[in-house]
Each structure stands twice: as structure tokens, then as C-alpha cells.
T-cell receptor, first 111, second 114 residues
Framework: SQQGEEDPQALSIQEGENATMNCSYK?????LQWYRQNSGRGLVHLIL?????REKHSGRLRVTLDTSKKSSSLLITASRAADTASYFC???????????FGKGTRLSVIA | NAGVTQTPKFQVLKTGQSMTLQCAQD?????MSWYRQDPGMGLRLIHY???????DQGEVPNGYNVSRSTTEDFPLRLLSAAPSQTSVYFC?????????????FGEGSRLTVL
């Protein structure tokens, strides 16, 4: 299975601090995506990084991808209480297979 | 712009009953899929479709049927509900029929099977 595994499972930080979440996967990928899910809601796409990219930014988000280690990280800078949510990585395999999601990291940002 | 619409939002069934979860998108997306989300399990793919008339199985297809007669709709049928199918179900779509790019999710359908 190419399922991504997020680490840590849960993270609690103070407002203004940075939050880093990691994702590891098992097989070759075309791209890796990060999603956010607020409690009781659907998932929302945050960012996509392709296998030939190493880093990508979007606002306060920074994603890195290391295909040699089969891992990715999501950094949220200057976190806010509104960033409290679960964050999931999802991988699309090199065989054009549908997205496979990890189990998520639950982030709590305390004001 | 409605995006992906799922109905019903909540449903309680008795073991053995059947029902259909509806999913409709208004973005002319080729790719549509159904996931279930269980505590500690993340999202698991049930069925997906790369276009009208084409469906395929995901990781956990047993007990579920799908059809794709139009680009807009992708209903998920539970044939004979079991307590193990208690879950939150999400429909998602994408512009690409190869599943590339971002998925757009509905708000979920919360199903309890007694």
C-alpha cells in the first residue's frame, strides 16, 4: 500500500508558533497533496507538490518533498486558532492510481 | 456555485435495510469517488469513476454498489446495511479523469446502522 502515514498523530501548540507535520509513504508517486478537515466538515485541498518538485509555498504553508526518503512535511507558520483542524496527506501513485489518504494529524492551536 | 452536494447529511438504518447516498457535482468534473472515514482509519476509497458509464472498485468495495449514468451524479448504494458500515461517507470529484489535481469534497453523510 502507498498510504501516507502522518506524524505526529496529534499536535498542540500556542498561537503564533509554527506547526510541522510529517508524512511518509511507501511507493513511487506522481504527486502528494495535503488536505485540511475542520471538525464535522469535508476535506479542503491545501497544496499539491509533484514528484519532481522539492518545495512549494502557499501563504503561510510550506510543503517539502523528499522522494529519496519517501517523505513530505507541511509547515504552518505563525499559527492561528483558526488553524485548528485535522491535516491529511494523500498520495497519487505513479501507476495513475486514485488518491490514497493517511490517517491524519490533529492540530490544536491554543489562543 | 454549489460544488459537491451530498444527501442525506444524517441517516439511521436498521441492519439489513438498503439505501442510497446521493452525490451531485456541478463543476463538470470527470472523476468522482466515494470514501468512508472511520476513527483512526483515515479515509478509505470505496468506489470511483473516471467518467460516465465507467466505475471501478477501491480499497473497501464490499457491500456497496455504484453507477455513473451522468457526469453530474454518482450515487452510492448500500445493498444490505451492516453495523460495520456505520461511518461518515464523503463524495469527492476532480476535473481530471485520471484523478490528478485537487479533490473537491462534499460535506459528508453520517450513517449509523443499528
Amino acid at each position: 500500500s502507498q498510504q501516507g502515514e502522518e506524524d505526529p498523530q496529534a499536535l498542540s501548540i500556542q498561537e503564533g508558533e509554527n506547526a510541522t507535520m510529517n508524512c511518509s509513504y511507501k511507493t513511487s508517486i506522481n504527486n502528494l497533496q495535503w488536505y485540511r478537515q475542520n471538525s464535522g466538515r469535508g476535506l479542503v485541498h491545501l497544496i499539491l507538490i509533484r514528484s519532481n518538485e522539492r518545495e512549494k509555498h502557499s501563504g503561510r504553508l510550506r510543503v517539502t518533498l523528499d522522494t529519496s526518503k519517501k517523505s513530505s512535511s507541511l509547515l504552518i507558520t505563525a499559527s492561528r486558532a483558526a488553524d485548528t483542524a485535522s491535516y491529511f496527506c494523500a498520495t497519487e501513485g505513479s501507476g495513475n492510481t486514485p488518491l490514497v489518504f493517511g490517517k491524519g494529524t490533529r492540530l490544536s492551536v491554543i489562543a | 456555485n454549489a460544488g459537491v452536494t451530498q444527501t442525506p447529511k444524517f441517516q439511521v438504518l436498521k441492519t439489513g435495510q438498503s439505501m442510497t447516498l446521493q452525490c451531485a457535482q456541478d463543476m463538470n468534473h470527470e472523476y468522482m469517488s466515494w470514501y468512508r472515514q472511520d476513527p483512526g482509519m483515515g479515509l478509505r476509497l470505496i468506489h470511483y469513476s473516471v467518467g460516465a458509464g465507467i466505475t471501478d472498485q477501491g480499497e473497501v468495495p464490499n457491500g456497496y454498489n455504484v453507477s455513473r449514468s451522468t457526469t453530474e451524479d454518482f450515487p452510492l448504494r448500500l445493498l444490505s446495511a451492516a453495523p460495520s458500515q456505520t461511518s461518515v461517507y464523503f463524495c469527492a470529484s476532480s476535473y481530471s479523469n485520471r484523478g490528478y489535481g485537487e479533490l473537491f469534497f462534499g460535506e459528508g453523510s453520517r450513517l449509523t446502522v443499528l
